[in-house]
């Protein structure tokens, strides 16, 4: 018995490892990253970034842990549908709140476009949350990775397979099941393509 746990062991702390590299937050953060990189000047990009950061990033950072501090969710994927009620109205505010900064901004078009993309969505999700709780690992994993390959296919190769990674890992961790990580991944890669093209 002993050996049988030190054997699993191993594997369940690399997909709990996959499964935080691949929370959505931090997902999204390294794709967008490395699109600006890719299609940006320097200036321009760092500009793009911070305006992303200071409308996106770090209020949906500031939501889930001040959600998690007070409890309202239990973990930082908002992992219960019932909790999920009261998350994606906030989040969906965020989303639009950026959407509207970036077009203020007059940022580029592939820019606001992902960000219009990205609040459809959340309002998508949350509005399937009433009959299914999708996967929103697998959505956003897919979504980035989609939109990376269209922009770079090296990088989107590397993004696709740590998304089948946080596919396998969140699985195996028996967060959601098999049709709603489906859902999740088949919303995204149909609004990857939407952003991309």
Same mark, same amino acid.
């Not at 000047?41 to 500031?62: D, E, Q, S």
């Not at 998690?68 to 505010?93: H, T």
């Given at each position: 018995?002993?050996?049988?746990?030190?054997?699993?062991?191993?594997?369940?702390?690399?997909?709990?490892?996959?499964?935080? +590299?691949?929370?959505?937050?931090?997902? +999204?953060?390294?794709?967008?990253?490395?699109?600006?990189?890719?299609?940006?000047?320097?200036?321009?990009?760092?500009?793009?970034?911070?305006?992303?950061?200071?409308?996106? +990033?770090?209020?949906?950072?500031?939501?889930?842990?001040?959600?998690?501090?007070?409890?309202?969710?239990?973990?930082?994927?908002?992992?219960?549908?019932?909790?999920?009620?009261?998350?994606?109205?906030?989040?969906?505010?965020?989303?639009?709140?950026?959407?509207?900064?970036?077009?203020?901004?007059?940022?580029?078009?592939?820019?606001?476009?992902?960000?219009?993309?990205?609040?459809?969505?959340?309002?998508?999700?949350?509005?399937?949350?009433?009959?299914?709780?999708?996967?929103?690992?697998?959505?956003?994993?897919?979504?980035?990775?989609?939109?990376?390959?269209?922009?770079?296919?090296?990088?989107?190769? +590397?993004?696709?397979?740590?998304?089948?990674?946080?596919?396998?890992?969140?699985?195996?961790?028996?967060?959601?099941?098999?049709?709603?990580?489906?859902?999740?991944?088949?919303?995204?890669?149909?609004?990857?393509?939407?952003?991309?093209?």
């Amino acid at each position: 018995m002993a050996s049988d746990k030190t054997h699993v062991k191993p594997v369940v702390v690399f997909a709990r490892w996959v499964s935080w +590299i691949g929370h959505p937050l931090v997902f +999204i953060s390294l794709s967008v990253g490395v699109i600006i990189g890719l299609r940006l000047a320097n200036r321009a990009g760092l500009a793009l970034w911070l305006a992303l950061l200071a409308t996106v +990033i770090l209020p949906m950072a500031l939501l889930l842990f001040r959600g998690i501090r007070s409890g309202r969710w239990s973990d930082p994927d908002v992992s219960i549908s019932a909790e999920r009620v009261r998350f994606y109205p906030q989040a969906i505010s965020i989303s639009v709140m950026a959407v509207i900064a970036l077009w203020f901004l007059r940022a580029p078009a592939f820019a606001l476009r992902g960000a219009m993309v990205t609040l459809f969505l959340l309002v998508v999700a949350a509005l399937t949350n009433f009959r299914l709780k999708m996967s929103l690992h697998a959505l956003f994993a897919f979504y980035s990775a989609m939109i990376l390959f269209l922009v770079q296919p090296i990088a989107g190769a +590397i993004a696709f397979a740590l998304a089948l990674l946080v596919f396998w890992s969140r699985l195996y961790l028996g967060r959601p099941d098999l049709p709603e990580m489906l859902v999740g991944t088949a919303l995204g890669l149909l609004g990857g393509l939407a952003t991309a093209w």
